[in-house]
């Protein structure tokens, strides 16, 4: 079945540190795929998306780049800082998305 | 910014109840989605509705629940009876589109059955 694979977490960077959260999809047909955040307390809120190979996403400073040949989708960041602390997760396809397990980042000063 | 709207934002029923989830959708979104997630456990797809029917469900909604859209604005999940592992955060989610676009969820209704 359709999978997503995502970093183990949790994450703890410094402020201003670059940010890579790994996610890897299964391959069946050519998904769309998400990075959603969920700060504390809140819902899920779609943060980028790609809809086919080599589009890359983003939002925020974040940026994901939709790599077919390695069945990725890698968030990165340049510059954290300490209110990007959240849990991350990615997913794939729409009508039934598949999530990864949710990745927690926590910045500290 | 549109949003999707749920209510209430935290229930808390006994083994047994019935319990009714409502969920306002963004008013030109076509497809309509329930996610729940168990409490640091990973997001899980329950159903999604388009058209006025279910297009699509999981092997976790089961009998004990369903989905209506009874007046063209509110989109409600109902769990028939709770049991205490329905415990969980249960999000509702909308689209415009099938494919490409990504949802629109609302912040949730955390479910805690005791």
């Known amino acids: 079945g359709n999978s997503v694979t995502q970093m183990e977490g949790p994450v703890t960077l410094s402020e201003e540190a670059f940010l890579t959260i790994n996610c890897t999809y299964t391959?069946?047909?050519?998904?769309?795929l998400f990075w959603y955040v969920q700060y504390p307390g809140e819902g899920l809120q779609l943060l980028l998306k790609?809809?086919?190979?080599?589009d890359k996403g983003s939002n925020k400073g974040f940026e994901a780049t939709y790599r077919k040949e390695t069945t990725s989708f890698h968030l990165e960041k340049g510059s954290v800082q300490v209110s990007d602390s959240a849990v991350y997760f990615c997913?794939?396809?729409?009508?039934?998305?598949?999530f990864g397990d949710g990745t927690t980042l926590t910045v500290k000063p | 910014e549109p949003e999707v709207t749920q209510t209430p934002s935290h229930q808390v029923t006994q083994m047994g109840q019935e319990v009714i989830l409502r969920c306002v959708p963004i008013?030109?979104?076509?497809?309509f989605y329930w996610y729940r997630q168990i409490l640091g456990q990973k997001v899980e797809f329950l159903v999604s509705?388009?058209?006025?029917?279910?297009?699509?469900k999981s092997e976790i909604f089961d009998d004990q629940f369903s989905v209506e859209r009874p007046d063209g604005s509110n989109f409600t999940l109902k769990i028939r009876s709770t049991k205490l592992e329905d415990s969980a955060m249960y999000f509702c989610?909308?689209?415009?589109?099938?494919?490409?676009?990504?949802?629109?969820f609302g912040s949730g209704t955390r479910l805690t059955v005791v």
């Open positions: 989610a909308s689209s415009e589109a099938l494919e490409g676009r990504g949802y629109t």
């Open positions: 008013s030109n979104h076509l497809y």
């Open positions: 391959a069946t047909g050519y998904p769309s």
């Open positions: 790609a809809t086919k190979a080599d």
């Open positions: 997913a794939r396809g729409a009508g039934k998305s598949t």
């Open positions: 509705f388009y058209n006025n029917e279910i297009s699509e």
